[in-house]
C-alpha cells in the first residue's frame, strides 16, 4: 500500500536533487572563473563560506520546490492529477530558469557590484545595448556554460517527469492513508528547515547571515536566495540611536567644522564648475600615488598640480548611486540605490538646483541613451535645465554599440557645448559622466594597438578614458572659459581593484581619487590626507563659490572646512565609520561595534566612540529622513 506514495516520494527527491546540483555547479563555476579573488583566503575560511553556501542553496531550493512539491503531493481533479508531474516540471523550470541565468550572469557582474543581483537592479538588464560578439569576446565560457546546464537541467526534469508519470500509470492508485499524511507533515518540515537553513535557525535564513567578508560573502549567498528573499523584505526601518532629531544634529558632518579655508579667497567673478565622473576609476589604478607606472598619467599629472584628496572613499558602489552622490550628496547607504527605491521621491538640492538660482547655466552630459540608469530622471530632480545623452551626439560613426558615445568624442562634443553656454554670456555648472571603461570594455580599433591590456579588463578603457580626458583638457585651455572654471574629477564608484595592498584592504575597492583644479586660483593649505566621501564634493562646490543653501544635504561638508569628520562606508559586511585613522566598525548581523585602525586594519581595544556617534548620527539623519521623504534640516533644526 506504500509503494505509490514511495515512488512519488523518490521522483520528487530527484526533481529536487538535479535542481540542488544546479546551485552546486554554479557555485564551483564561480569559484573557478573568479578563482584569483580567492587566492589570499585560506582553506579554512573557504570551507567555512562553502558551508554558508550550501546553507543558502539549502534555502533557495525550499522556496523554488514548496510549489512543485505541493502539485506532486496533493490530491488534484481528473486531468490535472494525470499532468501533476510534467505541470511540476514546467513550473519548477520557468519560475527557477530565469534566476540561474541571473546567477551566472552574476559570477562575473558580482566582481563589479560588489553585491548579488535583487528585483531592484534588474534595470541593469536593459542599460547597454551590447552585441552578440561583444558578450561572445569576454564570456564565451559562461555562456557557453549556461545555456549547456540549463538544457541538460531542462531534459533531467523532463526524463523524472516522464518516468514518474509511467510508474504511477501503471502501478496501484496513491491511497490518502496515515502514511500519506505522515509524509506531508514531514515535507512541510524539509521545506520549514530548508527555508531556515537548518533546524537550530528560528528565522528563514538571510542575506545578513552570509560570511561577513566581502568577497567570501557574495560567494556564499546565491542570485536566487537573495532575488527570493528581497521580494518579502521589509521597507526601512526607522533609526533611533538618539531618539531625538535635535540630538544627532550637532554630530553630522555639514553641522561642525571651522571657518572655511576659502575665505579671503574666492575669486572676485563668478566662476564655472566642470565636475567629471569617470567611470569605475579606481585609486589603484592610478601610478605616482601607488608607486607604480599606472593606468592613469594625466591624471597623475593633474593630481600634481592640484588639491588631490588621495584619502578619499566612495558612497557607492553602482553608477545609478554614484552620480546621485556627486551630484546631490545622497550616499547609498540603503538597500535599493535611491533613484528606484520606493523613497526616490525624498526632496533634496543637487548642483543644478543650487546654482540655478544663482543665474547659472547648467547641463548633465552622459553618452549613453537617454533613460540609462534613470540618470535622465536624476538630472530633471537634481535642477540640470539640460541633459545631453547619445541620441543628440552628431556623429553615429563614434558610438559604441554597447553604452554609447566613446569618451574621446563625447568630451570633446562637450567642450563645444560649454562654449555655447559660455556664449549665453552666465556662468556655468555640468556634470560629465564618461563611460568607456565599462562592461564590455570597448575602446576605438585604432587605439586597440597603443593601450594594451592590463592585468584586469577595465585598465584598457580606464587608459584611453584618461587619454580622453587629457584630449578636453587640451581643448579647454584653448578656451575663454578656462581661466575661469573649476574642474573636479572623481569617479562614480570604485571597481575591482588588482594592487595587493588594495585587494588585502576591505575597503580596498571603495577608494577612489578626488581632485580639485582651477588654472587660476591659489589653494590655500588643506589637509588633503584626511578621510573625505563623494558627498561632500557638493558642498566643497558651494563653499568654493560662496554660495549657501537651507536645503543641502548635512550628512557631507565642505573639504575647506577643517574640524572632525566621519566617513560611512556601506559595505556587504557591515558599515565602515571613518574618523582621521580610527574605524568603528558595525557588523551587519547587529554584533557588536570593533574598533580599527584605518589604514592597518589593526584591531583597537574598542571602538572609538567618536566615530562610532557620528557614524550613527549620519545613518539615523538618512534613514529617516528618506521616510519623511526630506534629506536636509527642517527649518526650525537648522543651526
Not at 528563514?204 to 518579502?232: C, H, M, Q, S
Not at 553641522?255 to 575669486?267: D, K
Not at 588588482?498 to 571603495?510: A, M, N, Q, V
Request: proline share 7%.
Amino acid at each position: 500500500m506504500r509503494r505509490p506514495l514511495v515512488s512519488r516520494l523518490y521522483h520528487l527527491g530527484l526533481m529536487a536533487a538535479v535542481t540542488w546540483c544546479m546551485f552546486l555547479v554554479m557555485r564551483l563555476a564561480d569559484f573557478w572563473w573568479n578563482r584569483p579573488d580567492f587566492s589570499e583566503y585560506t582553506g579554512k575560511a573557504i570551507r567555512h563560506a562553502l558551508l554558508l553556501g550550501l546553507r543558502f542553496d539549502a534555502s533557495a531550493l525550499a522556496y523554488l520546490m514548496a510549489l512543485p512539491t505541493l502539485l506532486i503531493i496533493l490530491p488534484l481533479p481528473g486531468i490535472l492529477a494525470r499532468r501533476r508531474w510534467h505541470l511540476a516540471a514546467i513550473i519548477l523550470f520557468v519560475t527557477t530558469a530565469p534566476l540561474f541565468a541571473m546567477g551566472w550572469v552574476d559570477i562575473e557582474l558580482v566582481r563589479f557590484v560588489k553585491a548579488r543581483m535583487t528585483a531592484s537592479t534588474l534595470f541593469l538588464f536593459r542599460e547597454g545595448s551590447f552585441t552578440f560578439s561583444d558578450l561572445m569576446k569576454g564570456y564565451a565560457v559562461l555562456i557557453i556554460g549556461t545555456l549547456f546546464f540549463l538544457c541538460l537541467w531542462a531534459y533531467c526534469l523532463r526524463k523524472i517527469a516522464k518516468r514518474a508519470t509511467t510508474r504511477e500509470n501503471e502501478g496501484l492508485p496513491l491511497r490518502f492513508s496515515l502514511y500519506w499524511i505522515l509524509a506531508l507533515l514531514l515535507i512541510i518540515a524539509l521545506l520549514v528547515v530548508g527555508i531556515r537553513g537548518g533546524i537550530k535557525n528560528s528565522k528563514p535564513l538571510r542575506v545578513v547571515d552570509t560570511y561577513p567578508d566581502l568577497k567570501l560573502g557574495n560567494w556564499a549567498l546565491n542570485t536566487p536566495f537573495t532575488f527570493i528573499t528581497e521580494l518579502r523584505a521589509k521597507p526601512l526601518r526607522e533609526k533611533s540611536w538618539f531618539n531625538n532629531p535635535q540630538k544627532l544634529i550637532p554630530w553630522l558632518n555639514g553641522s561642525s567644522g571651522g571657518q572655511s579655508l576659502m575665505e579671503g579667497r574666492r575669486p572676485d567673478k563668478p566662476q564655472n564648475v566642470v565636475i567629471f565622473m569617470m567611470e569605475s576609476l579606481a585609486q589603484d589604478q592610478m601610478g605616482r600615488i601607488n608607486g607604480q607606472k599606472g593606468f592613469t598619467p594625466f591624471i597623475d599629472e593633474l593630481s600634481e598640480k592640484s588639491l588631490f584628496f588621495h584619502e578619499a572613499y566612495a558612497n557607492a558602489t553602482r553608477s545609478i548611486e554614484g552620480v546621485p552622490a556627486v551630484l546631490g550628496g545622497i550616499p547609498a547607504w540603503g538597500t535599493d540605490p535611491f533613484l528606484v527605491s520606493p523613497y526616490a521621491n525624498a526632496e533634496f538640492e543637487g548642483l543644478g538646483t543650487l546654482l540655478s538660482k544663482q543665474g547659472y547655466a547648467t547641463a548633465f552630459f552622459h553618452g549613453g541613451k537617454k533613460g540609462t540608469m534613470f540618470l535622465d530622471k536624476f538630472a530633471t530632480r537634481a535642477g540640470f535645465e539640460k541633459h545631453y545623452s547619445r541620441e543628440d551626439y552628431p556623429n553615429p560613426a563614434d558610438i559604441d554599440t554597447s553604452w554609447g558615445v566613446f569618451d574621446e568624442p563625447w568630451f570633446q562634443y562637450v567642450a563645444g557645448k560649454l562654449d555655447e553656454m559660455h556664449g549665453q554670456g552666465k556662468p556655468f555648472a555640468v556634470g560629465v559622466f564618461s563611460l568607456t571603461a565599462h562592461f564590455p570594455f570597448n575602446i576605438p580599433e585604432k587605439y586597440k594597438s597603443v593601450f594594451p591590456e592590463g592585468p584586469i579588463r577595465v585598465l584598457r578603457s580606464q587608459a584611453y578614458a584618461d587619454m580622453a580626458l587629457r584630449r578636453f583638457f587640451e581643448t579647454a585651455r584653448t578656451k575663454p572659459w578656462y581661466k575661469d572654471t573649476l574642474f573636479i574629477v572623481t569617479a562614480d564608484h570604485g571597481t575591482q581593484v588588482h594592487l595587493e595592498s588594495y585587494r588585502k584592504d576591505p575597503l580596498g575597492e571603495w577608494r577612489i581619487p578626488v581632485i580639485f583644479f582651477h588654472p587660476s586660483v591659489q589653494w590655500p593649505v588643506v589637509d588633503t590626507g584626511q578621510p573625505v566621501e563623494q558627498i561632500d564634493i557638493l558642498p566643497s562646490v558651494a563653499d568654493f563659490l560662496g554660495v549657501t543653501s537651507d536645503k543641502l544635504s548635512p550628512l557631507g561638508r565642505s573639504l575647506f572646512k577643517p574640524g572632525p569628520r566621519v566617513v560611512v562606508v556601506r559595505t556587504n559586511a557591515g558599515i565602515y565609520n571613518m574618523e582621521d585613522d580610527a574605524v568603528a566598525f558595525e557588523p551587519k548581523n547587529g554584533g557588536k561595534p570593533v574598533g580599527m585602525k584605518r589604514k592597518t586594519a589593526d584591531r583597537l581595544p574598542e571602538a572609538p566612540q567618536d566615530a562610532l556617534t557620528r557614524g550613527r548620527a549620519s545613518t539615523e539623519f538618512y534613514y529617516n529622513g528618506l521616510m519623511q521623504r526630506r534629506l536636509y534640516l527642517p527649518g526650525d533644526k537648522k543651526q
